[in-house]
């Protein structure tokens, strides 16, 4: 059976920067934020990696990305992305990031969703992060889910596969370590993933350039979407860090492998 | 069709009307100016060859993982950028700022550590009976005049990374080019004489293009092949090469530098070395230094000089409690017009540091790359309109020309000369500048009939290290599978540096707060060793000491001496391709290395 894969997924900050919260009451935002180089959502990614590896399994399949990202930040991004695997492109010119209010958010992803010219619900399976790198809300795709009226939910997804009557069996973590595997009959459903199994493909550059006929007009059309500010922040701050380096010489490195070990012990 | 093992298409040939190496800012000038011009009224019917209907398929491939991953400490007039962008508003360029106030410093030597020659011993000496006088201060003097030649007054300081950001999200937001980062070529395609387009490194498929435009820097893949199979035109070489180095720091709340000061230094770390300080917006500064290839030292560092360099008591005293945010590094190609290879043929065209537009008089290139970029944007533009196609003859009349009319080529052409004088020493070098540069190119000094090379470890350190100490420490370095030049900087008096976890930070540090440094898995090495035997015999193992990311080793674990790379730390500098003295390093095109963007 061809599924309509939609993933929605946003730009994160590439996680090797250097993140500072720039603290403003009504528009807090990172310090430099302009300048940050960007890489798509990882939780997203895994989703979009899970959804073009069952569409390969399922031909006439299309996915689709749909991302509420500022556009030029967006472009850039699509130039690496666009390189693992063939869909389509949703784009809305927004604001990123982790300081937008989550419901805002997914009722602006729902809205071009639901105005899908050809949105088939009957073969429509929902992906996205399960979170987010940029906060990690961790609410998005179910509020997108219940605007769109999928009421079949599955979050912290590790692995989807598709039994000989079509129906989903789908691994999902649950406290304790566990997964809790479900079968749910057909779509329409929402799967919020967790890392998946696979690594991230390789780029492709025929892949780039052959999705780019898409993207590009997807792109120069991209719907500006303004956020209502709806949460007052308090405080921002980053987790805490700890760095502790010491130089040593002279030390065997069986030695420093038993400190190390005995340090994360602790 | 046949697919890859990921299920992807393999072995297509893409076609495109235009491919474009490397994505700095000579083709970034291109893409500008290209992407302007085919939004013009009078360019309505220009369509593709490659795909009839549509526009012309622009498409450009950078090594680097993001467009923004480019190194460059850049002080620039700006004449070309601002001629292309009249409306260039700084503010919307993060890091950007105009040039406010701007010196040319001579650091003395605080450690007593450096090789200078007496006549610069003698120089440091009178500063500092006559400090009162002359106005020495910490151990620095602020010249009271520069050369004309060496001003930028008139300019802007930027983020090579956060301009290239900028001006490629501004071409890709026309719709009308696209600019595909992580994405290394392995070479052009050659056919005859003529170019036929690239071969991409990742699955070696082809990209076919009626125009291949080569602006890939001083070590790029294509350009370097180019030059294997065209040769370089006669009297032309590339054989004067540096590698600039930099941090990128916050500063501590207490320092008085402003925005938009612009510091050039000599003297320190150590004569040969050229340092730099510029101030961006937002309390952030650039440091550096340019460690030239006529430096003879054996055991060439970049890393350790820089951290000397920070900690000179002229700089310490704005820069101590700052921290490091980024660090980079990168070749650069310092034979200016003398290496200038072949610009046109048929089917390409070269612009950029790889086309030799560096000017090493005024140490100025990203606006003269640009330049180069735009003024075959326009070249391309005509030929475009006229259906004339993208011959030798074509290119030449319309770009080449336009190039040699301009103020690029009267400037190359005062520069060309002016660095003769290094190769036959400091002092020498500094009056061949002068006089190349106050004369407009018509005096200068002579080159040497054999460029300076560097010298043998028992020659560079005789009278200060005997025959035995080296000896001694070429055997430590190996036990501990530690570059030489550390040890050797140790015996000579440098102090050690004491590492405050911020901004004094270990090279390996470095790479990771600073550089940010990744290599991605399906790639495999990118430099090899190709004869291991040239490697055994070899004396110093330059490529070890130079390397800018601690990547190349002489490893304990592999003690046959032959060095080893490790590719999670290269930053893709090329250092190691030009220090090698017998030419035994192939360097190819692959993407990683750095993922700072505020180099």
Redesign the interface.
Known sequence: MPYQIIVCGGLAP?P???LEPVFDPAKPSLK?E????AVFDPWAAHALYEAGHLA?QHPGTVVRVVSLAP???L??VM??VA?K?PFELVALDGPGGGFTDAAAVSAALAEAISAMADLDRSRLLLFGGWESATRGAGVVMQRVAERLGITEQFLAVDELSVDADGSLVIKERIEGGRHQISRCAAPPAMLAWATGNLPE?????????AN?RVI??A??KAKPVALEPAIEYLRTALPAAV?Q?R?VKDVPAADIAREIAEWIRQ | MIE?N?????G?A?DADIVCTGFGPAVAGFLWTLTQGLQQPEMAGVESKAVPGLPPQI?C?ERA?????GVSGVVTRARAIRASIPDLDPSAI??AAKVRDEKLIYLLDPLGATRRPAWMRLADQLCRALSGVLGVEHEGLALPWAPEFLHKRDGFIF?LG?FN?WA??QV??T?LA??????PVAGPLIEGEEVRGVR?A??G?E?RAALTVVGDGPVGAVGRQLDEHFGMPAGRRRDEWAVGMKMVIDLPEDSALEEGTVWHTIGFPEPEIFGFLYVHP?RVASAGIFVPSWMDSPVRTSYRYLQHFVQHPYLWRNLRGGRL?SWGAKSLLESGRRGEPYLAGDGYARIGECSGSTNVLTGSGVDEAWLTGAQLGEAVLELLRSGKPFTRENLEAGYVARRRASWLERESQVAERARNGFQWGLLPGFVGMALAGLTGGRLALPRRGEDRKPKKLADYYAGRLSRSQIERARQQAEAEARPLHDILMDLCGWPAVE?D?QLLV?HQ?ALL?GG?V?A?G?FPDHVVFRNPELCLRCEAHLCVEICSGEAIRVSAENPSGVPAFDREKCVHCGACLWNCPVSNIEFCAA?GGL????N
């Open positions: 590439d090797l920067q250097t430099n302009l300048m940050l180089p390969k556009k030029a930040k472009q850039q130039m690496t390189q695997m493909p390789p780029n492709h550059p025929q892949t780039g350039m780019m590009m007009p792109l120069q760095r380096t130089v | 890859d990921n299920g992807q298409p393999q297509q893409l498409v491939y993982d993001d467009i923004s991953f993060p890091l983020s956060q950001q490629g999200q890709m937001m719709g696209q600019i595909w980062p992580a994405t991409l990742a699955d498929s990209v937002g945010r590492y976890g270990s540090d707060m940010k990744q991605p399906e993407p993922h700072s963007a505020e």
